[in-house]
């Protein structure tokens, strides 16, 4: 027979495995405890009639200790589930512990509403987008940070090679020794032509017959008159210069009494062309 006496007083003054003694209070670590305090009401081990209120996967359950099998006690605690519904919950509570102290049955059903308070809000959390801490290795991190600097390095060697042997082979200095693709040569030349084709003036636009005035004919070949003649006096203009730098060039050689060879040169200034007539 389980006498529940002897039972407190080995609990409270010799030893127990579940006691945690701290300065203010002692609380208790059985998992059946209704309060998580080490006192003679919640001790679940010194009362033959106890029951308290567990959760298992979002599922809350009663659960009832029956004495006459304290010879067996994994199967000594009567398991009942509860509604999810708040009031019909606390009327199980009460029609399961109708003759049980009062003590027990307030605390079940104080343990019972924090209980479903978490489970509500665990799933609101869940609903909501939340960061994911992810535990990062520094072995790895090192390892990475080593490589994307060796990959780096090598890229900008690469980088220099490449337009080493660009300006190499621009100014033919293999000539044709080596036989190498020329994809990259022929891209570079490419990139040229286009970057040239860019700076170069825009096309001539052509017009209809139809857009040109009579007036801009005869202009046109006003233009074209005094052009003609403007030539001719060019033209005449150089045959005169031609004749005065025959004429007025005169190299003479002396003999100076040494024995020595003497040079004699005249220049003349060039005279300035006449100025084009400017059209009208």
Partial sequence: MQSDEVIWGIIKYQFCSFMAKTK???FCRNEYNVTGLCSR??????????????????????????IERAHQP???????????NYETALKQIDTHLIYWPKFLIHKC???????????????????????????????????????????LVAARLETAIEKELLERLKKGTYGEIYNFPSTAFEKALDEEELSEEE??????????????????ISDIEDI?????????????????EEKERKDTAVVGRKRDRGGRTRVEIEYETELEPPAKVKAV
């Fill in 224 to 240: 074209e008159g005094l052009e003609e003649e403007s030539s001719e006096f060019e033209s005449e203009a150089e045959e005169e």
């Fill in 109 to 151: 059903k104080q343990r019972f509403t924090k209980i479903t308070q978490y489970l509500i809000r665990m799933r609101r959390l869940k609903l909501k987008t939340q960061r994911k801490l992810v535990p990062l290795n520094r072995k790895v991190e090192k390892r990475e940070k080593r490589r994307e600097a060796k990959a």
């Fill in 41 to 66: 009401q919640a001790c679940p081990l010194a009362n033959s009639r106890y029951a308290t209120v567990r959760e298992h996967d979002g599922v809350i359950y009663l659960y009832m200790k029956v």
């Fill in 199 to 216: 700076e170069e003036e825009e096309a001539p636009e052509f017009v209809a017959d139809d857009e040109i005035e009579e007036s801009d």
């Fill in 74 to 84: 994994a199967k000594m605690w009567e398991r009942v589930k509860l509604s999810r």
């Fill in 24 to 26: 203010s209070t002692t």
